[in-house]
């Protein structure tokens, strides 16, 4: 908690440090936008502070997370966030500059969006079942934002990297573009991703996965929100050498993105083993449904 603490302004960070004190674990994020009242968002409601974020908060928040150089943030300012110590990361808006058509920088940063990381280590262990059959099957994790792909990812890469039950630790590669699945700050991880596991952080998904099985022959890549074709491309090419995949992507449904065109071919082909299906709920990664590669649910459901 004292990572994000640090960010606000004494006062702000005296109220929010005896509000959160006993509620921290339920917390999911802490919005911040010029001229209103702080926004908490938790497990399972959503809250307001009465206290107005000033133009002068925001400059000091920006100082705290750019450590007095927007210089030295320039790679982050135009991707939009900026990951800090404890794998949480902070989402910014306001004024953009584009140059010939692309982002250069955000200029005014008047809305801040500070996403708190949690491990919530074992959460996988219930999945690992279904996605090992004396090897790991090529899975997607499919759901809505805010339904724990990122954290149930991060969780089964922990297990495959160290092993779990009778199943031995494997090599494991992160293309983690956008630094929320290992939460690596100047390439160190700050989660728990297991002994066996290389991260390839702030990397482009494409490239990043033909990195990977070009120099450091991984057994299973783990990617975050694939989408474009260019994704779509590497991803196959990954499946062609014989690496496992293990991803997510923004959905409701399995209809749904066999709709989408740049996501057709994975389809079409039947790449896929494994589609875990994820809805809203009060906890990170519940399951709705398990898909196999015919397309049948096998979610065993507790009677409990």
């Given amino acids: 908690m004292e990572e994000i603490l640090r960010l606000f302004p004494e006062a702000k960070r005296q109220t929010l440090q005896y509000v959160l004190r006993k509620r921290w674990i339920n917390l999911q994020e802490i919005r911040i936008r010029l001229g209103q009242t702080m926004e908490l968002i938790f497990n ?15 400059i000091f928040m920006i100082n705290q997370l750019s450590e007095f150089s927007l210089y030295r943030m320039e790679d982050e300012l135009r991707e939009g966030f900026i990951t800090i110590e404890g794998g949480h990361r902070v989402g910014l808006a306001g004024k953009v500059n584009t140059l010939k058509g692309t982002v250069k920088a955000i200029q005014y940063i008047t809305f ?16 690992m079942p279904y996605i090992y ?10 759901g809505p934002p805010q339904t724990g792909k990122t954290t149930l990812i991060r969780d089964v890469t922990r297990m ?21 699945i290992a939460g690596s ?23 990043g996965m033909m990195m990977f099985i070009r120099s450091m022959s991984p057994e299973i890549i783990v990617v975050d929100e694939i989408g474009s074709h260019a994704d779509v491309a590497a991803l196959l090419e990954a499946i062609h050498a014989g690496v496992t995949v293990i991803c997510t992507v923004h959905g409701a449904s399995l209809n749904e993105l066999q709709n989408r065109p740049s996501l057709q071919p994975v389809f079409k082909q039947r790449i896929f083993q494994r589609a875990i299906i994820l809805e809203r709920h009060a ?8 898909f196999n590669h015919k397309q049948e649910n096998i979610l065993k459901k507790s009677r409990c």
């Fill in 44 to 58: 399972d409601k959503v809250e307001r502070l009465d206290i107005r974020t000033t133009k002068q908060d925001c």
């Fill in 112 to 127: 801040l969006n500070i996403r708190i990381a949690k491990a919530h280590e074992g959460v996988a262990s219930t999945i």
């Fill in 133 to 142: 059959n004396d090897t790991y099957l090529n899975t997607i994790f499919i």
């Fill in 160 to 180: 495959i990297s160290n092993g779990w039950g009778h199943v031995a630790p494997h090599k494991v590669g992160i293309v983690d573009e956008r630094s929320e």
């Fill in 185 to 207: 700050i100047k390439g160190i991880p700050q989660h728990n991703i297991g002994m066996r596991t290389d991260v390839m952080d702030a990397c482009p998904k494409a490239e």
């Fill in 283 to 290: 906890q990170p990664g519940y399951i709705k449904q398990i």
